[in-house]
Nanobody
Framework: QVQLVESGGGLVQAGGSLRLSCSAS??????????WYWYRQAPGKQRELVAV???????NYADPVKGRFTISRDNAKNTVYLQMNGLKPEDTAVYYC?????????WGQGTQVTVSS
């Protein structure tokens, strides 16, 4: 059984920064071969992809966060990070991490990020 535990959410003023972390534990056969994703879901909206970092280092961001957010991974710690700078009120959402391969799909419980104007 695999568990993903997120941390780092909170309340911040517009223009501020937060760093989200998501650590995986349990029976993961080959986490290095898996992709890490960050999603977010704002109230009344659908869940949307924020950033992805593949097993080979491929990185991509959603247009609204490009230039402000940075995704990284530490395979030795089974952890993915999302550094969020220049936060805006429209970034307010529950952020979820996702660890995925062709055969497996794991989700964190979500962490609330609230940006005040």
């Amino acid at each position: 059984q695999v568990q993903l535990v997120e941390s780092g959410g909170g309340l911040v003023q517009a223009g501020g920064s937060l760093r989200l972390s998501c650590s995986a534990s349990g029976s993961i056969f080959s986490i290095n071969a898996m992709g890490w994703y960050w999603y977010r879901q704002a109230p009344g909206k659908q869940r949307e992809l924020v950033a992805v970092i593949g097993s080979g280092g491929f990185i991509n961001y959603a247009d609204p966060v490009k230039g402000r957010f940075t995704i990284s991974r530490d395979n030795a710690k089974n952890t993915v990070y999302l550094q969020m700078n220049g936060l805006k009120p429209e970034d307010t959402a529950v952020y979820y991490c996702n660890l995925r391969s062709y055969h497996d799909d794991y989700w964190g419980q979500g962490t609330q990020v609230t940006v005040s104007s």
